[in-house]
């Protein structure tokens, strides 16, 4: 296949990815480090050329060693500056209206300086330990979706240098020495973190001839992430078997049977595209929903956008939910609890350590959006004070590139009885305040 027929292909493929956009919680973050010269900034720059292309709203955090103020390069104070400069600029811009956010050197470059700074004995073990915590804190790592991690042999990287300057005296880190030391912290942070990491994309460059095609074959990659991430296998379970889960009341929320409903997810749990779960009647996607309380009181989340791509435009719930992607060894409510958790703490930001308790399910057969969504619903009590002040001042993302349209407070559950209809509070919504006794 020639270079033009797989960039058409390519750009098919892109086109297919750009209409599962709407999915997706956040943007796709990519992160590029590695070794100098070894084509990182002709990447990055080829990369966001071509999604931009394809209407991609691209966002590129630029390299921040450039800006830094220390002239030490290599000290832990020049690294540390960039690290925690770099990761100040990702939290700035992670919720902003961007499709795919490019770090150009982040997490784990930090990392692999970090091994090269302990390595020359510039800090101690126990700086380093530390130091190390804090990077791969997983409220950080959970942020970058693709590692992809550039290397190129030091004669490569000087003839690379030499090609492109007057002089060819050495520099700091222009040299054999340092570049063949920043090539084995490179394959020794791979080899010690792709566990920590959702996925790293190791490229050695020294033998690459044609950039089109090298850039090509990276972008193929990226779509290949980016339809994983925004169109993932889903858990869902064919319809015969959710008809068969005893219903209280219609469609209402139902408490007493919830043991039965998490079995038959059990039993009956298969995989399927999110975009063709959507597309297929004969199964109901399994949703994990969270009703985040605090005392005697519910969070409210409110739509605030008149948007009719949403399905809950306008309209406010006391749940946040999400589809259940498939873990190694975890079936039933294990599984639902750790993907909603895992949602809370992506979605919103929020820590792990709240008590989180199964407490009934929601299906409608007969609302045609909720039919194809069945709701196992669990109450997570934020009893920290500090964490609910938080969640009233926080507005939360909902929709892709809509803006910020989704707000919340806590109110007590007879206020909310109250305001049903000025809320226009959505109907799984208005079955769980009817069981709410169960939450208290």
Not at 222 to 238: A, G, H, K, S, Y
């Amino acid at each position: 296949m020639s270079i033009d027929d797989k960039v058409t292909a390519l750009e098919t493929k892109a086109v297919k990815v750009h209409s599962h956009l709407r999915y997706g919680a956040r943007a796709f973050v990519i992160e590029f480090a590695g070794t100098p010269k070894a084509g990182k900034s002709t990447a990055v720059e080829a990369v966001r050329h071509f999604f931009s292309r394809q209407n991609f709203r691209v966002h590129i955090l630029s390299e921040r060693a450039a800006q830094c103020p220390i002239p030490m390069k290599g000290h832990l104070f020049f690294n540390t500056w960039c690290a925690t400069s770099m990761l100040a600029e990702l939290l700035e811009n992670i919720e902003t209206d961007t499709d795919i956010i490019i770090v150009d050197r982040g997490i784990f470059d930090s990392l692999v300086w970090l091994l090269l700074q302990r390595e020359r004995g510039e800090l101690t073990q126990e700086e380093a330990d530390t130091i190390e915590a804090f990077l791969l804190l997983e409220r950080w790592r959970s942020l970058i979706d693709l590692s992809i991690v550039m290397s190129v042999d030091a004669d490569t990287a000087m003839k690379r240098e030499v090609a492109q300057r007057i002089t060819k005296k050495p520099g700091s880190i222009m040299n054999t020495d340092v570049l063949n030391a920043i090539t084995r912290s490179v394959r020794t942070a791979t080899d010690k973190y792709e566990k920590d990491f959702p996925k790293i994309l190791s490229l050695d460059t020294s033998g690459s001839s044609s950039v089109r095609e090298s850039n090509a074959d990276l972008a193929n990659n990226i779509v290949d992430c980016l339809e994983e991430f925004l169109n993932p296998e889903i858990l869902v379970v064919p319809r015969e078997e959710i008809e068969k889960i005893p219903l209280e009341d219609g469609g209402s929320f139902s408490a007493s049977s919830v043991e039965v409903a998490i079995e038959c997810i059990r039993q009956h749990g298969t995989y399927m595209r999110r975009a063709d779960a959507e597309n297929t009647e004969s199964v109901v996607q399994i949703i994990p929903a969270g009703v985040l309380t605090s005392k005697d009181t519910v969070f409210i989340f409110q739509r605030k956008e008149n948007d009719p791509k949403s399905k809950l435009f306008g309209k406010a719930t006391v749940w946040q939910g999400t589809h259940v992607s498939k873990v190694d060894g975890q079936s039933g409510e294990p599984l639902l609890k750790a993907a909603l958790l895992d949602r809370l703490m992506r979605s919103l930001f929020l820590s792990r350590e709240f008590a989180t308790n199964v407490k009934g399910y929601c299906w409608d057969p007969d609302e045609p959006h909720s039919s194809k969504h069945f709701g196992v619903i669990f109450q997570v009590e934020i009893d920290n004070v500090h964490t609910a002040t938080d969640l009233r001042k926080k507005e939360f993302r909902r929709a892709r590139g809509r803006g910020h349209d989704l707000t919340g407070r806590f109110t007590s559950w007879d206020e909310l009885d109250a305001r049903v209809e000025e809320l226009a509070l959505e109907s799984w919504s208005r079955a769980i305040l009817k069981g709410r006794s169960v939450f208290s």
